[in-house]
């Protein structure tokens, strides 16, 4: 008699491709508006949409601590870590809907108005998110328990996929921001177009490393220095031989004009 020695020591472990997840910002307060791709003004109305995608069933979002800035020093939350915001004048609360028919798609998003830091057209908005398969956990501003939350119906493209009974629990956390540029009331863009523009490069133009260009510079010196000696050297040993040949001659006249007597 045979026995089967099974190794029971390393569990089977199936793993699960993370969804789809993006961010976009449109315009108007709502979801179908036009996806902004040009600069915007001080007071439009926005929309920050972060979208969901999986061919699995059973993902959950939430989002937490959104910021803007301007890429550099100023900065200020717009969203805490609770999901809620920090100031309901900048930006909503997140709302959510979600479809599963072909395509699990989630969305989250939030309205807001338009608006820039000082001396700069730069806006970054830049939000932490979280997606987890099952629920997430439960935080204070969760888009799930605002009343409009919805389903919506997507048609179907493809067959929807089960997820595998034994797959493990998933979770990752992304990054995600989107850029703007914000003029100010009566600004034209053609005023603005220093900042988060794309500086194009001169075919015929070099570029040096700043090493490069202070070695060259130095030889460029030295060589100048050593041309100017020479040259000095040069015009002083010709100021020389003039100054001979001068008393030289004045010398010889001398005794040429001098007239004596010889008694």
């Not at 026995?3 to 020591?9: E, I, K, Q, S, W």
């Not at 307060?29 to 926005?46: A, F, H, I, K, Q």
């Not at 020093?73 to 479809?99: A, M, N, T």
């Amino acid at each position: 008699m045979s026995f089967l020695r099974v190794a029971t020591g390393n569990p089977v472990v199936f793993t699960l491709t993370p969804p789809e997840c993006y961010m976009e910002i449109r315009y108007g307060y709502g979801t179908s508006g036009n996806r902004v791709t040009g600069p915007v003004r001080v007071g439009d109305p926005l929309t920050l949409i972060i979208y969901m995608r999986s061919k699995y069933d059973g993902f959950d979002i939430v989002v937490n601590d959104c910021f803007a800035h301007n890429g550099a020093h100023k900065k200020i939350q717009l969203i805490d870590e609770y999901g809620c915001p920090v100031d309901d004048k900048l930006i909503s609360r997140f709302r959510g809907s979600w479809s599963e028919t072909g395509v699990y798609e989630t969305q989250v998003f939030a309205y807001m108005k338009t608006f820039r830091f000082t001396g700069s057209p730069a806006l970054y908005i830049e939000c932490d998110v979280r997606m987890c398969h099952g629920r997430c956990p439960s935080q204070p501003c969760h888009w799930r328990n605002v009343k409009n939350v919805k389903k919506r119906s997507i048609e179907a493209t493809t067959q929807p996929t089960t997820l595998p009974t034994n797959t493990a629990p998933l979770s990752e956390n992304v990054n995600l921001f989107q850029a703007l540029r914000v003029l100010q009331e009566g600004e034209s863009e053609e005023e603005r177009n220093v900042t988060l523009t794309r500086y194009e490069m001169d075919p015929n133009s070099v570029c040096l490393k700043t090493g490069w260009f202070s070695a060259l510079l130095a030889l460029g010196g030295g060589a100048m220095c050593l041309l100017g000696g020479a040259l000095l050297a040069t015009c002083t040993r010709m100021r020389r031989v003039a100054i001979d040949k001068v008393l030289a001659s004045s010398q010889f006249n001398g005794y040429m004009n001098h007239k004596g007597s010889i008694n």
